[in-house]
């Protein structure tokens, strides 16, 4: 795990996300594209080494990983 990759922008738009169930509506909260937003919700995946959403065609849910994340980013 590289927390030095973690960054603000990225654990927020993940809190945005984790709490719409969707990563359009998360980016467009966040004013970010949602190619960008996609990106860096990956990137911060590979820098935590798991899977935080699972990728549905109607919006995302949180694996046991991105539950825990979620309950300490509050």
Do not use: C, P
Not at 24 to 31: E, N, T, Y
Not at 41 to 64: F, I, P, Q, W, Y
């Amino acid at each position: 795990m590289n927390l030095h990759r973690v960054d603000l922008v990225s654990l927020s738009l993940f809190s945005l996300v984790a709490r719409t169930g969707s990563i359009s509506k998360g980016a467009a909260l966040a004013a970010l594209a949602v190619g960008a937003a996609s990106k860096r919700l990956s990137d911060l995946e590979h820098s935590l080494g798991t899977t935080l959403l699972e990728r549905h065609s109607r919006g995302v849910t949180l694996t046991a990983a991105g539950l825990a994340l979620q309950q300490h980013a509050h």
